[in-house]
């Protein structure tokens, strides 16, 4: 019957207790506990989440790995992995991307990964010659690993990449003029007719090519 009454009263207790002046909830102890509580149920941010589990981790995290721990922690009404995907990319002051889909905090001092594409460039201008698709993808991956078969994409769709006459790949700005090339010009800087054949078919469909200097495209194309 004690307990009865105790529990029927309580409410009423607490709220009467809350309402001395100066409330309870400003002692100190109390006023700790209370923020404790509200911080713990609180929803938090993509943005949050992320941060938490990073420094909890202490280590750069790919963003699925990273999601399925934030899904487990219950902080959002709803959770979606494509808004933790986003806010990893909607904050560079606080999120850096070192890898393939994996996240760092710039407070680490990481750096930001280079696109393939621009780390293909690196090795090209640093060789200053066209290169087999064997020894980029072996240079390549020396840096960050790839898949073959994403190497072939990149080297297909980027036109600032061309492939010679005798399978090597080259950097466009490396052509001479189809125009004024010759019999002594060297096959390795001459490009074979599939991929000139991209660089029309980019013109055609209003890509801005402009910067690997197509000027002879242009000429063929006049009447």
Not at 33 to 55: F, N, P, V
Not at 150 to 161: G, P, R
Not at 179 to 193: A, I, N
């Amino acid at each position: 019957m004690k307990n009865q009454y105790l529990v029927r009263f309580f409410p009423r207790l607490t709220f009467l207790a809350c309402s001395i002046d100066p409330p309870i909830k400003l002692h100190p102890e109390i006023s700790k506990t209370l923020q404790k509580i509200w911080e713990e149920s609180r929803k938090l941010s993509y943005k949050e989440i992320a941060l938490i589990i990073l420094k909890i981790e202490r280590k750069p995290m790919h963003w699925r790995d990273i999601a399925n721990k934030a899904e487990k922690m219950n902080r959002k009404e709803t959770f979606n992995s494509t808004g933790l995907f986003n806010a990893l990319g909607y904050h560079p002051e606080t999120f850096v991307r070192v890898g393939q889909g994996t996240y760092a905090l710039t407070e680490w001092g990481n750096r930001k990964a280079e696109n393939y594409s621009e780390l293909i460039v690196k090795i090209l201008v640093k060789e200053k010659t066209p290169l087999s698709f064997g020894v980029i993808y072996e240079k390549t991956c020396a840096i960050r690993p790839i898949k073959k078969t994403s190497l072939q994409m990149l080297l297909d769709l980027y036109v600032k990449f061309y492939k010679s006459e005798n399978n090597l790949y080259g950097l466009r700005e490396w052509l001479p003029p189809r125009s004024r090339q010759t019999l002594l010009t060297p096959k390795s800087h001459v490009e074979d007719e599939k991929s000139y054949g991209r660089v029309k078919n980019a013109k055609k469909h209003g890509y801005d090519i402009s910067q690997f200097e197509l000027w002879e495209v242009d000429n063929e194309q006049k009447p």
